[in-house]
């Protein structure tokens, strides 16, 4: 027994080194080099988030003194310019919709902006009554944002000129009026989530810790989020009829009503994930600290990270074999949209089991004990 | 032989470690119940699920809707009153009862440390912890200076058990050869002062971790057993539970273990924390000169015969009961057979993710299940990969829309589970027919195997 308790006293005795001493890696050759967590955050904020905004932002601005300038001026030049401001703004908000965090949580940035289907019948009925709550009324995030745009831009007419026409109708006038207010609103809310990041950026930047409400978990866990519902769900499954027993629902395509930039959105999309997850800025080639450089510390002899990239890679692949429109896809060949979606599945898997795994990063809204 | 055994069962002692256990295991499960309360986890766990988990055979248990409350309330007074030693008898009954109840509500919540309450419970329902320094013994105006020696020896064998299960469960080449899970776990507490970002980081604290928690288990029963190695024994227990409630969020677990293991002092030891909490008590101005008064009134707590039996065959089933898995083929950690109630503590990092996949078998046409419209956050995390979990809910789903009128209806899942940072694989096979599939002690043989071997236990 001595034996035991000498051998005993001295593993307790490590213990309480082990717990109490902080500078032990001093005395080790062998250091390994430890990941610094924040670099992720401030690379991601640095060079994706606050450039994406500074993109977004002027974009909406644009798109509202377009939308302006065409109340002022109904010619098919002034919607044209308004349609194209669109695109280009909806195109730049694809590497911004992952970010659901702080602000935008809290002001339902996403819900705001992009929730498709548009409601038509709510649409319709704002602007009938003339009164509607853009801002704390939930059933109008289907009435505004990029969906209802591309009903008052594309879905009022067959033509351009058709559209021209029914805005040149003075009967008409209220939908100009609320097109007015859908960009004012969209503005307004980029604003404010845009200046918050500003100002927020270095608290963000800081809070890197292991925990349910770190900026890093809840980045990690809003990007899975997003890959599962945003892109895979929202974008293929629910369209493809994935969740309602093979019938396919092609009002259900991002942007139905120009239905021919479903393919670009989706690529941008699609980019837009490749890039956070491998830390590449959003307007640069050279990338930074990221959740695959973290998940190549985490286990070196893991292929983890080239897998989850070649899921990304292989999902854009399939994307850019589709129509452009995905609305007639679905109708001529249905299978593919199917298996961009099985593919993004893939993704999700390794994801959710490899990837939480190996970071060990909690998911956020989950709180019970373990043993 | 037949006279040492006689003998060891007439042996008497003092009954002071019992009324400390008594007290102590009261107290903390009141706590326990109060922070589990105060946390809102009754709400989140157990009436917000529209569907729970049941344990094979008691599918009958279910959570009580704003009742559950009530549960829980009885469940709390019940511990109380088990602490002061109330009514024992009945208290510890209604405690064992309520607290079992509760935990055989969901599946998703097993834990072993509260298995390990049931066990205790149960076991203490034919104790005498009520012999002395309690309510009932003020009130029968006696108190039992002695007790049968086996009846402390019961609760330190439980104790034995579960520590030397939980090393030798840890002797498997993932925990010893890759400081598997507990590299992942470490690194991962990169935000703790001081040693998170140095030495949790380390791949050979990892490794003395997982060594070092290995010999711990199995030896720390036999270090608090015998007396010179006692109170090193228990420094080392109670360091060794404070770094696990540092490192991982394990609740009220290390302080449950390292109150219990008092249990293997000497009875003045015992004495002195009774005095001590005598102390405390008029302190608090509560009347409690009687508790010692009648001390040397009865000698000998008379223990049924009944009640000796019940626990000699109780623990020899807890030495038996975590071999089981053996009787089942294939990669334990994988297949989940015979995995509770063995003491199997922290050795894995286990995540799936599972679709279901609703088909109908005439015309095959299907759709995808949205698991957030059935299960909580919590229940999808536990259930993507423990198969009896899978195919349980699989039936649910199967009957679900079998009601709302669909034909011919067949469930498959599409189930990628990752396994100690190995990378995720096929688990249940994808052409398996939940349906046809009946839960059973047998062997499940629609899991597909780990691509990987784990050798150990």
Not at chain 1, 92 to 109: G, P, R
Not at chain 1, 353 to 371: E, P
Request: charged share 15%.
């Amino acid at each position: 027994m001595t034996n035991k308790k000498t051998f005993y006293f001295y593993l307790l005795t490590a213990f309480l080194i082990a717990f109490s001493c902080s500078d032990s890696t001093n005395s080790d050759d062998n250091i390994v080099d430890n990941f610094d967590r924040q670099s992720i955050l401030e690379n991601v904020t640095d060079n994706i988030i606050l450039p994406a905004f500074e993109d977004f932002n002027p974009k909406i601005a644009q798109l509202k003194e377009s939308v302006t300038q065409f109340s002022n001026a109904k010619s098919i030049a002034n919607l044209e310019t308004v349609q194209s401001n669109w695109v280009e703004a909806y195109k730049s908000w694809q590497h911004l919709e992952m970010f659901n965090i702080a602000k935008a949580e809290e002001v339902y940035f996403i819900k705001k902006m992009n929730t498709y289907p548009a409601s038509v019948s709510r649409i319709e009925n704002n602007i009938n009554t003339g009164s509607y709550d853009l801002d704390t009324n939930n059933n109008n995030w289907a009435a505004q944002g990029f969906p209802a745009l591309d009903y008052l831009l594309f879905g009022l007419g067959d033509t351009n000129l058709d559209t021209l026409v029914f805005y040149q109708n003075n009967e008409n006038s209220a939908y100009l009026n609320y097109l007015q207010s859908l960009v004012s609103q969209m503005l307004q809310v980029t604003d404010l989530v845009h200046q918050d990041w500003v100002l927020t950026r270095d608290i963000f930047v800081s809070s890197s810790e292991n925990s349910a409400t770190s900026s890093l978990n809840m980045l990690t866990n809003d990007f899975i989020y997003y890959f599962e519902k945003g892109l895979r769900t929202n974008k293929f499954g629910i369209p493809a009829g994935v969740f309602s027993g093979n019938n396919t629902r092609a009002a259900n395509v991002e942007a139905y009503y120009n239905s021919s930039m479903s393919k670009v959105l989706s690529l941008e999309a699609i980019d837009a994930v490749q890039k956070f997850f491998k830390g590449q800025g959003y307007n640069s080639s050279t990338t930074g600290e990221s959740l695959s450089s973290y998940l190549d510390y985490m286990m070196e002899n893991n292929s983890l990270s080239s897998e989850i990239l070649t899921k990304f890679i292989d999902s854009q692949q399939l994307i850019n074999n589709l129509d452009d429109n995905f609305a007639s896809q679905i109708s001529s060949n249905n299978t593919l949209m199917v298996d961009v979606f099985n593919k993004l599945q893939e993704g999700v898997v390794l994801l959710k089991t490899d990837m939480l795994s190996i970071l060990s990063i909690s998911v956020d809204y989950i709180d019970a004990d373990g043993d | 032989m037949k006279n040492g055994i006689a003998n060891y069962f007439n042996k008497q002692t003092n009954a002071a470690p019992l009324a400390v256990f008594r007290l102590l295991f009261g107290l903390l499960m009141l706590i326990s119940i109060i922070r589990f309360w105060s946390k809102g986890w009754i709400h989140s766990l157990y009436i917000e699920p529209s569907f729970q988990f049941s344990y094979y055979g008691f599918d009958w248990v279910k959570p009580l809707g704003v009742y559950t409350y009530f549960l829980f309330l009885i469940c709390g007074v019940s511990a109380f009153l088990v602490a002061i030693g109330y009514k024992y008898r009945i208290s510890i009954l209604v405690f064992f009862l309520s607290f079992t109840y509760i935990e055989l509500m969901d599946k998703t919540t097993y834990l072993n440390h509260y298995y390990f309450i049931s066990v205790v419970s149960f076991m203490m329902l034919f104790l005498p912890c009520n012999a002395q320094f309690s309510v009932d013994a003020i009130n029968r105006k006696q108190s039992y200076k002695l007790v049968p020696n086996w009846t402390i020896d019961s609760l330190k064998l439980i104790l034995g058990i579960v520590y030397f299960y939980a090393g030798l469960t840890k002797i498997n080449s993932d925990w010893l050869l890759n400081a598997m899970p507990l590299k992942l776990w470490l690194k991962s507490k990169y935000d703790l002062p001081l040693i998170g970002q140095t030495i949790m980081q380390q791949e050979w604290f990892s490794f003395f971790m997982s060594w070092g928690g290995m010999f711990y288990d199995l030896s720390i029963p036999f270090l608090l057993l015998f007396r010179k190695t006692r109170s090193y024994a228990f420094i080392l227990v109670v360091a060794f539970h404070i770094a696990t409630r540092i490192l991982f969020p394990i609740g009220m677990f290390p302080y449950i273990m390292i109150l219990s293991t008092i249990i293997f002092f000497d009875s003045d030891v015992h004495q002195k924390i009774l005095r001590f909490t005598l102390k405390i008590l008029s302190f608090l101005k509560i009347k409690s000169e009687k508790l010692c008064i009648p001390l040397l009134q009865k000698n000998n707590y008379k223990v049924r015969y009944s009640s000796l039996i019940i626990i000699v065959v109780f623990l020899f089933l807890q030495v038996f009961i975590p071999w089981r898995s053996l009787l089942y083929p294939g990669e334990l950690f994988w297949n989940e057979q015979g995995y509770r109630f063995s003491w199997r503590v922290m050795l894995m990092e286990k995540k799936g993710s599972s679709v279901f996949k609703i088909v109908n078998s005439k015309t095959n046409s299907f759709f995808y299940v949205n698991n957030d419209d059935f299960l909580t956050p919590v229940q999808q995390k536990q259930m993507s990969f423990q198969p009896d979990m899978i195919l349980e809910y699989g039936h649910y789903l199967g009957n679900h829309f079998k009601s709302q009128g669909h034909q011919n209806v067949a469930v498959f899942v599409e189930s990628y589970v990752s396994l100690n940072g190995r990378l995720s694989q096929q688990f249940i096979d994808p052409s398996a027919n939940l349906m046809e599939l009946k839960e059973s002690f047998k062997h499940k043989y629609w899991i597909k195997p780990l691509n990987d071997e784990i050798k150990g236990f």
